[in-house]
C-alpha cells in the first residue's frame, strides 16, 4: 500500500513550476534540502524520508505534514526566505545514525503573495489513492508519495491531469 500526503497553497504562479528544485541525501539527525530561488517571493517545500524516526521542523520551517509510521516528513517555509541559495530544514533525535533522503522545491507566486491552504494525508489506503479535495485561486498543490519497496509509483494525477514529477526512487 502507499502512503501520501498532498499540501496545497494559493498565489502559486501558473507556469513554469517549480521555480527550481534540487535532491539530497545523507546521515544524521539534520535532513537541509537546499535549492537556488529565481523567482523573488518563492516558497520553498521539502519532502523527506528517513529509515529511523519522524522529523520535526528545524529553524525557519514548518512542518506540514507526515506519514504516521515512519519517518516521513512535508516542510515549508512558511514565507518567501529570498533569492539566491536558501535552505530548509529537518531534524530527526536519532543520535545521528538516522539514512535521509529529501527533495525541495521553490514555487514562485503569481502576482501576490503565496499561502498554505490545507494538507491531506492518506495512510496505507487500500486503493492506492491519495485523496484530496479543496480548491484556491491560484491554487499549487504538491503530493508526497512512499510506497512499500516492492511496489511502483507510475504517476500522480489531478482531475485527470498529470502531475510534474520530482524524484522517483
Given amino acids: 500500500n502507499h502512503r501520501g500526503t498532498a499540501v496545497s497553497y494559493t498565489g502559486a504562479n501558473q507556469s513554469g513550476q517549480p521555480d527550481a528544485s534540487a535532491t539530497a541525501s545523507g ?4 535532513e537541509t534540502g537546499t535549492v537556488t ?4 517571493g518563492s516558497w520553498l517545500a521539502m519532502q523527506t524520508a528517513n529509515d529511523s524516526a519522524e522529523p520535526t521542523a528545524g529553524a525557519g520551517t514548518v512542518r506540514r505534514g507526515t506519514s504516521s509510521g515512519g519517518g516521513f516528513g512535508f516542510f515549508d517555509s512558511n514565507s518567501a526566505p529570498g533569492t539566491g541559495s536558501q535552505s530548509i530544514v529537518g531534524s530527526t533525535s536519532t543520535g545521528g545514525t538516522a539514512t535521509w533522503a529529501l527533495v525541495v522545491a521553490s514555487f514562485a507566486p503569481d502576482t501576490g503573495s503565496i499561502a498554505f491552504v490545507r494538507t491531506s494525508t492518506t495512510v496505507n489506503p487500500a486503493s492506492n489513492t491519495v485523496a484530496f479535495d479543496g480548491t484556491a485561486t491560484n491554487g ?9 519497496s516492492s511496489q511502483t509509483v507510475t504517476g500522480v494525477t489531478y482531475n485527470g491531469v498529470a502531475m510534474t514529477q520530482l524524484v522517483t526512487s
Avoid: C, H, I
Avoid at 546521515?27 to 539534520?30: P, Q
Avoid at 530561488?37 to 523573488?40: E, H, L, N, Q, R
Avoid at 499549487?140 to 512499500?148: D, N
Fill in 140 to 148: 499549487y498543490l504538491v503530493v508526497q508519495t512512499l510506497k512499500q
Fill in 37 to 40: 530561488v529565481v523567482a523573488t
Fill in 27 to 30: 546521515t544524521g539527525d539534520t
